[in-house]
C-alpha cells in the first residue's frame, strides 16, 4: 500500500500511470494532497468514483496518527504524533492573533543526541532521524486537522536539524515547491553544528538560518549546551561570520534567558561584544519552567534591561511572544512522549 502523502508529482504520476490514468490525475491528487489537505481518498471529488475505487486499493492518504491534540488558551495547538512504527514526536502550530501567520514548529529527530540542560528533548537521548517525508507528514497533519494553510515552517521542534541535514534540505525543498511556502518563510535552527553550517553556507539558500547561542561566553554555554565542548563558541563566531560573508544573510541569534545565569548586565554586555561583527538579529526567549530542572524565568524588569542594552549595541532584538506554555508547547518544552 503506497502512502500518498510525501510524495512528488512524478511518484504520483508512477501511480497513475499504473492505474493507466492520464498525467492530468497525478496533478489533481498533488493539489489534494499539498493544497487543499484532504484525509481521505474519497474526499478528492473531482476524480470519478470509479477511479478512486481503484486507486484506494494501491494507495492511502497517510499513515501517521494524531495520538494526543492539546490546546492553549492563546490558540497554539500540539500535536503529539505517531509514525507506523510506533515511534512519536511532537509538532506546534502557532498562530499570532494580528497577523495571518501559521507557524509550524517541527521535528526532525526522535529524541536528540546535543542534550541542552535545559531541553525535555535532550533527556530522551537520541532515537532516531526522520525521513523528509515524516517531516513533512507533520505540516500535512496540521493542515488535515485544522483545515487551514500553514504560511510559515520552522525547524525549532525536537532534534537538532543540522545532525539529519539530507532530510531537513530535502523537506524544505518540498515544502517550497509543493506547499507553495516561501524559502524566506522558512527557518532552520541549529545548537550551532559548525561542519554543517559551513555546508549550508555553500547552498546559499533562502531561508533563514537560527543559532541557538544562550550565552555570552564559554563557560556559561559549557554548562547549559554540552555541544559547547565540541564546537565552542571561537568556533561558532568563525562559521556565523562565513555564513553571512557567503550568503549575505542575516542570522537569527536565540538566547533563552535564565534568571541569573545569563540575564545579568556583564551578561549583555559579553553578548554585544561576541556579536559585535556578526550581521544578526537577536530573539531573547524567556525561559519557561519545566519540571525537569531548577532553572527560573526572570523577571520582566531584567528582561527589559538585557534588551535595552543589546539595542544599545545596535543590534535588532525582539522578545519572543510566549506561546503554548500551559501544554508545553513552548521552547525546551517539547518531549515527544505522552506524560
Ligand atoms: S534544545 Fe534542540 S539541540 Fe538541544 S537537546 Fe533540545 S532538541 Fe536537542
Known amino acids: 500500500m503506497k502512502t500518498l502523502s510525501g ?37 478528492m471529488t473531482d476524480l470519478s468514483v470509479k477511479f478512486r475505487e481503484e486507486l484506494k486499493q494501491i494507495a ?24 507506523p512504527d510506533g515511534e512519536c514526536v511532537e509538532t506546534v502550530l502557532m498562530r499570532f492573533d494580528n497577523r495571518a501567520n501559521l507557524t509550524a514548529c517541527v521535528s526532525s529527530q526522535v529524541g536528540c543526541a546535543v542534550n541542552c540542560s535545559f531541553c525535555a528533548t535532550g533527556k530522551r537521548g537520541f532515537i532516531r532521524n526522520l525521513s523528509y517525508k515524516e517531516i513533512i507528514e507533520q505540516v500535512l497533519s496540521i493542515q488535515r486537522d485544522t483545515g487551514l494553510k500553514v504560511t510559515n515552517v520552522v525547524f525549532m521542534g525536537q532534534g537538532e536539524p543540522l545532525l ?16 507553495q511556502i516561501g524559502a524566506r518563510r522558512l527557518t532552520v535552527s541549529t545548537s550551532g553544528i559548525v561542519p554543517q553550517m559551513n555546508k549550508l553556507a555553500e547552498l546559499d539558500m533562502q531561508s533563514t538560518l537560527a543559532v541557538s547561542l544562550h550565552a555570552p561566553n564559554h563557560e556559561i554555554r559549557k554548562k547549559l549546551m554540552q555541544i559547547e565542548n565540541k564546537y565552542d563558541m571561537k568556533s561558532l563566531h568563525t562559521a556565523m561570520k562565513n555564513y553571512v560573508d557567503k550568503t549575505g544573510r542575516r542570522i537569527t541569534i536565540e538566547y533563552l534567558l535564565i534568571k541569573g545565569l545569563n540575564d545579568t548586565i556583564q551578561s549583555a554586555k559579553e553578548l554585544a561584544e561576541y556579536l559585535h561583527d556578526i550581521k544578526c538579529n537577536i530573539n531573547l526567549i524567556p525561559y519557561n519552567p519545566t519540571a525537569d530542572n531548577d532553572y527560573q524565568r526572570p523577571s520582566n524588569n531584567s528582561i527589559m534591561k538585557f534588551k535595552y542594552l543589546l539595542e544599545h549595541s545596535g543590534k535588532k532584538v525582539t522578545v519572543r511572544l510566549e506561546r503554548g506554555a500551559d501544554i508545553d508547547a513552548a521552547c525546551g518544552q517539547l518531549k515527544g512522549k505522552v506524560s
Open 164 to 179: 539529519n541535514l539530507d532530510n531537513v534540505l530535502k523537506a524544505m525543498e518540498i515544502f517550497n515547491e509543493n506547499f
Open 7 to 43: 510524495l512528488s508529482l512524478k511518484e504520483i504520476e508512477e501511480i497513475t500511470d499504473s492505474l493507466k490514468a492520464s498525467k492530468f490525475r497525478a496533478r489533481q491528487i498533488h493539489n489534494w494532497i499539498y493544497l487543499k489537505s484532504v484525509k481521505e481518498i474519497d474526499e
Open 60 to 83: 492511502r492518504v497517510s499513515d501517521v496518527k494524531i495520538k494526543v491534540k492539546q490546546v492553549s488558551s492563546d490558540g497554539t495547538i500540539k500535536y503529539l504524533l505517531e509514525y
